[in-house]
């Protein structure tokens, strides 16, 4: 389905604007749940793809959905999308918490919505899990991953240097 460079910056403001400390959940929510423009596990697949990127993980989604649906032009108008809202938020939000953020209130609200954030995060991890993909014995690695990096404290390039290889002679292994 090709989409417009307005309907991409629409939609990547509304994920930015309403995924503030966590855009994956809203991400995941807009483009498959509402929109419908991806299924779970084509989203699933693209924010795979996306991590392996350097950069943070929802901008390269948004500029590889972006590219893939519209062009240079969508990728331009999905970025700019994701970023513009969060800017404006953040600036103003940066504004009262050096006015006011000495007041208890004012910082209650702020671990409020730090906690929101982590909610809805595992939230959306939980809902990832549930994929058929993630339900397959290569989930097995991304828990050891997890277990060794989260934690046991490893560093992430000897975990990945441990299991990067012993996953792909895994499924070299499975497909013979």
């Not at 966590?22 to 697949?45: C, I, K, M, N």
């Not at 006015?99 to 609200?109: C, D, L």
């Not at 277990?147 to 070299?172: D, E, K, S």
Request: net charge positive.
């Amino acid at each position: 389905m090709r989409l417009t460079p307005w309907q991409l910056f629409a939609a990547f403001f509304e994920i930015g604007v309403q995924g503030f400390g966590g855009v994956l959940p809203w991400a995941r929510r807009v483009l498959v749940e509402q929109r419908r423009w991806l299924t779970s596990e084509e989203f699933l697949e693209q924010w795979s793809l996306c991590q392996a990127l350097p950069g943070g993980n929802i901008t390269n989604l948004s500029v590889a959905f972006g590219l893939h649906r519209c062009g240079t032009a969508g990728a331009i108008a999905a970025l700019t999308g994701l970023v513009s809202g969060p800017f404006i938020v953040i600036c103003a939000l940066g504004v009262i918490y050096t006015r006011y953020g000495a007041i208890p209130q004012v910082e209650a609200i702020f671990r409020g919505i730090s906690a929101v954030g982590a909610g809805l995060v595992l939230a959306t991890g939980l809902r990832m899990a549930a994929s058929p993909r993630l339900r397959s014995a290569l989930a097995l690695f991304a828990i050891t991953s997890f277990v060794l990096t989260a934690l046991l404290r490893w560093p992430l390039l000897a975990v990945l240097g441990l299991l990067v290889p012993t996953c792909m002679l895994w499924i070299w292994a499975r497909e013979r």
